[in-house]
Nanobody, 117 residues
Framework: QVQLVESGGGLVQAGGSLRLSCAAS????????MGWFRQAPGKEREFVAA??????????ADSVKGRFTISRDNAKNTVYLYLQMISLKPEDTAVYYC????????WGQGTQVTVSS
């Protein structure tokens, strides 16, 4: 069964930090490169960060480079994905989602991040 559960969002002041977590269950995620995406009100969903299955490499959107760090733990049938966010800005306000980096067939409910100025 495929399931994506994001957590860790909240309300934080500008300059603050949050750590998002995601549990991605199902074989479809087991060997996949994974990513975080976000969608702000009135905007399209956008790429934030991604990490290879081996966790050897990661890449980031220019807007979050140097502030966000993606990581993962691979269990038998579940991938645990994390996004450490520091120096948060009001423009980081969005619903954050985790899913496969490519072939994004599945989406969870997301977790809301709100950064106040």
């Amino acid at each position: 069964q495929v399931q994506l559960v994001e957590s860790g969002g909240g309300l934080v002041q500008a300059g603050g930090s949050l750590r998002l977590s995601c549990a991605a269950s199902g074989r479809t995620f087991s060997n996949a490169d994974m990513g975080w995406f976000r969608q702000a009100p009135g905007k399209e969903r956008e790429f934030v960060a991604a990490i290879r299955y081996s966790a050897a490499t990661a890449d980031y959107a220019d807007s979050v480079k140097g502030r966000f760090t993606i990581s993962r733990d691979n269990a038998k049938n579940t991938v645990y994905l994390y996004l450490q966010m520091i120096s948060l800005k009001p423009e980081d306000t969005a619903v954050y989602y985790c899913t496969r980096r490519y072939n994004q067939d599945y989406w969870g409910q997301g977790t809301q991040v709100t950064v106040s100025s």
